[in-house]
């Protein structure tokens, strides 16, 4: 049973000076109040959603004082007003919350994850996990590199910027979501040293940042990564065209032409060892087959990018990579 529970002033509702929250029921029969914030919503919900709540209800005895507007007061006394406001909205408001077509802030997933296993809301954790396993998914053709830093990312259900990596991997650790960590760190490799060394701070306050183990495994993988994005693009520093390339010297004269663009605009860019090729087509001017032999070369590099992530960020005693997938009856 959670260390909250209901608590009642000295006979006089006027003592209580709470500033009213975003959500509030004037029909509520219940009063949640957190960081001198106050929530006036319906025990029923509450009892209906978290079986935290729903314990605390069956073993409370309130009395007829210590009332605001003539409800009982439950002060959430170790939980943010933020926290409180998103897990309450999420009870009345459940689209927004629960529809994976509309992008939310990695904060209110975060929120929804920790207050869910806090309080027991099943639906709540079970779908901030479905968001974050959607947007650093466990299969390579599922993953996007422009879902990441404010990109398009068709399947994003996440805005996400690669410094809630950091955040992403302390909740993977605490609530055993293992298989989150290989694309966390893949992501915290892009971090400046700034960002690796001191971590972050969210909306809420929360201060995220990573332990000097898990910051070794992002240098020291980072430089392997550098490596794969080299490899990635050894086709034009090889100009090896393809065997059934129909315009040899054409093609051939395009890679030579290109390896300084190449090397002054894509190597130095962030470290991305797991970006598809949709850029070969806009920056080479090669034939279909060098096109389609170069995509091929690309994909098999990329997968193998892919496949090793846990090996390169030392994490084969964690997590199984790639994932075996779950068959279903």
């Known amino acids: 049973m959670s260390s909250e529970g209901l608590n009642h002033g000295q006979n006089d509702e006027v003592e209580h000076h709470y500033i009213r929250g975003d959500v509030w029921f004037d029909d509520g029969n219940v009063v949640l109040v957190a960081e001198g914030h106050s929530f006036r919503v319906h025990r029923?919900?509450?009892?209906?959603?978290?079986?935290?709540?729903?314990?605390?209800?069956?073993?409370?005895?309130?009395?007829?004082?210590?009332?605001?507007?003539?409800?009982?007061i439950i002060?959430?006394?170790?939980?943010?007003?933020?926290?409180?406001?998103?897990?309450?909205?999420?009870?009345?408001?459940?689209?927004?919350?629960?529809?994976?077509?509309?992008?939310?802030?990695f904060d209110i997933v975060s929120s929804m994850l920790r207050m869910g296993h806090k309080y027991q809301i099943a639906?709540?954790?079970d779908h901030a996990i479905r968001r974050l396993r959607l947007h650093l998914p466990p299969r390579l053709q599922d993953f996007s590199e422009s879902a990441c830093d404010g990109g398009p990312g068709e399947k994003s259900a996440i805005d996400f910027r690669s410094r809630h990596a950091i955040a992403v991997i302390s909740l993977a650790r605490r609530f055993e979501l293992y298989d989150l960590l290989p694309l966390s760190f893949y992501f915290c490799s892009r971090l400046n040293p700034q960002q690796l060394a001191g971590g972050y701070t969210d909306e809420e306050g929360i201060h995220w940042s990573l332990s000097d183990e898990d910051r070794t495994r992002c240098l020291v993988g980072r430089d392997t990564i550098r490596g794969q994005c080299t490899n990635l693009y050894s086709f034009?520093?090889?100009?090896?065209?393809?065997?059934?390339?129909?315009?040899?010297?054409?093609?051939?004269?395009?890679?030579?032409?290109s390896r300084t663009v190449t090397f002054i605009q894509l190597l130095p860019r962030d470290v991305r060892a797991l970006d598809d090729c949709k850029w070969l087509r806009e920056e080479f001017q090669l034939c279909e087959d060098c096109l389609e032999h170069f995509e091929s070369l690309h994909f098999e590099e990329r997968k193998r990018n892919w496949d090793t992530l846990a090996v390169t960020f030392d994490l084969v005693d964690v997590v199984e990579w790639p994932p075996v997938p779950v068959l279903t009856p």
């Open 44 to 72: 029923g919900m509450l009892i209906r959603k978290s079986l935290v709540f729903a314990d605390m209800f069956a073993m409370a005895h309130p009395r007829d004082d210590g009332l605001v507007e003539g409800c009982p």
């Open 75 to 105: 002060p959430l006394f170790d939980t943010s007003k933020w926290d409180v406001a998103h897990m309450l909205s999420a009870f009345y408001d459940p689209e927004r919350y629960f529809d994976t077509g509309v992008r939310i802030s």
């Open 123 to 125: 639906s709540i954790k």
């Open 236 to 257: 034009v520093f090889e100009g090896a065209v393809s065997p059934e390339c129909s315009k040899v010297g054409k093609c051939r004269a395009e890679l030579v032409a």
